[in-house]
């Protein structure tokens, strides 16, 4: 059964750059797309971007210009990084699996945990 | 960017009751319309995808509709455990988007 674990620091200083990586265990991290969703406290969800395992990626506008998001295929995890942070990006941070778009299921189907990052000095 | 709304967006209801919940999007999306429940302090999970597809191991109870721009999913005889808050996400076209969530209250 695949499972996706985050790690990474949970407090990062403003205008300092926030890493995570997810690990993917149980499966292949070819197929699918790896995506980023965040959920500011007693907030709604966002999504990040995705990165698909052939090396391709997709973020959102709003984060584009600060967001990264890498594959390393031979350790199974995907990674986030995020420059220049504000308090405004303080967040629940998960992982998340997409399969194909031409799969019907195409839905974050499956999610880490998630991980607090609060951005302050 | 596509906008997602979610109505109500908070609703009490009892142990046994049935509840629907609305998403419309700011345009056609298809059937790209996927519904998510998240528990306090928990990850989301996948309920229904491709608009009324029952994800795998989610009771029957929870059943999805629609197309286009209007949705529902709809939760029969609701038991203690769904009590939860609910999110619809469309996967037509990126930035993905997803409803601001209801919230689902035991009366």
């Known amino acids: 059964q695949v499972q996706l674990q985050e790690s990474g620091p949970g407090l990062v200083k403003p205008s300092e750059t926030l890493s995570l990586t997810c690990t993917v265990s149980?499966?292949?991290?070819?197929?699918?797309?790896w995506t980023w969703i965040r959920q500011p406290p007693g907030k709604g969800l966002e999504w990040i971007g995705y990165?698909?395992?052939?090396?391709?990626?997709n973020y959102n506008p709003s984060l584009k210009s600060r967001v990264t998001i890498s594959v390393d295929t031979s350790k199974t995890q995907f990674s986030l990084k995020l420059s220049s942070v504000t308090a405004a990006d303080t967040a629940v941070y998960y992982c998340?699996?997409?399969?194909?778009?031409?799969?019907?299921?195409?839905?974050?189907?499956?999610w880490g945990q998630g991980t607090m990052v609060t951005v302050s000095s | 960017d596509i906008q997602m709304t979610q109505s109500p967006s908070s609703l009490s209801a009892s142990v046994g009751d049935s509840v629907t919940i609305t998403c419309r999007a700011s345009?056609?999306?298809?059937?790209?319309l996927n519904w998510y429940q998240q528990k306090p302090g928990k990850a989301p999970k996948l309920l229904i995808y491709?608009?009324?597809s029952l994800q795998s191991g989610v009771p029957s109870r929870f059943s999805g509709s629609g197309s286009g721009t209007d949705f529902t999913l709809t939760i029969s005889s609701l038991q203690p455990e769904d009590f939860a808050t609910y999110y619809c996400?469309?996967?037509?076209?990126?930035?993905?988007?997803f409803g601001q969530g209801t919230k689902l209250e035991i009366k």
């Open positions: 998340a699996r997409v399969p194909p778009r031409d799969s019907k299921s195409y839905a974050f189907d499956i």
């Open positions: 996400q469309q996967s037509y076209s990126t930035p993905y988007s």
């Open positions: 149980g499966g292949s991290i070819s197929t699918y797309y």
């Open positions: 345009q056609s999306i298809s059937g790209y």
């Open positions: 491709a608009a009324s």
């Open positions: 990165m698909y395992h052939s090396g391709s990626t």
